[in-house]
Every structure is written in structure tokens, then in C-alpha cells.
């Protein structure tokens, strides 16, 4: 199985502030990494897929970067409903891995 | 607008059954594959099953291999996992999610409980 790091696992930032979330592969997966944000009772809600690929209708200042075995999802300046658990996953090969979560909370 | 609601979840006693439902709408459901993913409490997100556009395909976590199969009807719109042999550590909310490949969404999930 592919294991897959995320760091932080929490985080206290901001309104405003720049930050950046990594994840790492136990191995190449190409592109196929995506981001999730998810809220206590709400539908975990993709930001970010194949690794650069804003989903439609999520705001401009999340971004993701990175191929291979690294990645980086980063807010450009963090809003009030952005407080939320972040998960990378990858889809290059099943079984289809779940970093184990940043939590990002209002300093 | 992609909406997938989930049904089926509640308390269930360990060694029982339960057949979870997926009901797809806003897009075209034999188009994408399909999966389940749990999140037990307070733990992380775990992929459980997965099945391909005309479910001919299936794929399933090692935990849940043997008990637990994945199925869908593309006339009726809808995602089902039929679990058997049911466990305490099954115990979690089950996400319906639409392919992950080209932007997936998610459904809000259903609660399954294992409990005598």
C-alpha cells in the first residue's frame, strides 16, 4: 500500500496568513493527488485534484503543486470558513490512501 | 448540481448485516466510477471500496474484503454496499464519493453502528 504523510498534523494560523500543508508518498504517483477539506457533520469537499486542478467553485487562493512524491496545498491568505481538517489522497493505485490530516485552527 | 445523498446506516449487532444506498443526482451516474470511504470516530478517512462505470469492476480494502460487496444500478441512479459479518470496528460513517480522478464530491454520509 502507499503510505501517504501530511504535515503538520495541526496548525494555528491567522485570518490572513499564508499557509502551506506538504504530503508525501511512500512512492511515485505521478499527479494523481487531491486535497480535501472537511468539516465536523459536512461532506469532506475537494479543493484541489490531479495534484494542480482547482475544483469548480472553490475560491482562487487555495492552489496545489508538486508530482511524484511531493505536494503542497497552500491558502494565500486564510478566511474565517477555511478553519477545517485537510486531507491528501492519493488514486494512483488502490488501496486509495489517505494522509492522516492537518488541522487548522484560528490562533 | 452533483448531489449524493446516502441512506441505509443505524445500529446494527456485530455478525449483522446492512446494505447502504448512494441515490446520485446532477449528473450522469454511468459516467464515473463510484466509492465508498469511511470515517470511524475520530479517526481519519479510509477508502473502502471502489467499482468501475458499468460495474463490471469491483475493488475492495483488505478489511473488508470477503464481507462487504459493492454494486450499483445505472437505471436507478444509485450506489449500494451490501456488509455483512459486521464488526465493531466497522463502526463509522460511510461516504458515498464520485470518481477521483476528474474532481470528485462527496456525500455527507451515513452512521453506521456495530454494537451489541
Known sequence: DIQMTQSP????????????ITCRASQSIRNDLHWLQHKPGKA??????????LQRGV???????????????TISSLQPEDFATYYCQQS?????TFGQGTKLEIK | EVQLVESGGG????????RLSCAASGFTFSSYWMHWVRQAPGKGLVWV???NRDGSSTYYA?????????????AK?????????????????????????SGGYWGQGTLVTVSS
Not at chain 1, 44 to 53: D, E, H, R, S
Not at chain 1, 59 to 73: V, W
Not at chain 2, 62 to 74: M, P
Open chain 1, 9 to 20: 498534523s495541526s496548525l494555528s494560523a491567522s485570518v490572513g496568513d499564508r499557509v502551506t
Open chain 1, 44 to 53: 469532506p469537499k475537494v479543493l484541489i485534484y490531479a495534484a494542480f486542478n
Open chain 1, 59 to 73: 475560491p482562487s487562493r487555495f492552489s496545489g503543486s508538486g508530482s511524484g512524491t511531493d505536494f503542497t496545498l
Open chain 1, 92 to 96: 494512483y493505485s488502490a488501496p486509495y
Open chain 2, 11 to 18: 445500529l446494527v449487532q456485530p455478525g449483522g448485516s446492512l
Open chain 2, 49 to 51: 471500496s471502489g467499482i
Open chain 2, 62 to 74: 483488505d478489511s473488508v474484503k470477503g464481507r462487504f460487496t459493492i454494486s450499483r444500478d445505472n
Open chain 2, 77 to 101: 441512479n444509485t450506489l449500494y454496499l451490501q456488509m455483512n459479518s459486521l464488526r465493531a470496528d466497522d463502526t463509522a460513517v460511510y461516504h458515498c464519493v464520485r470518481e477521483f480522478d
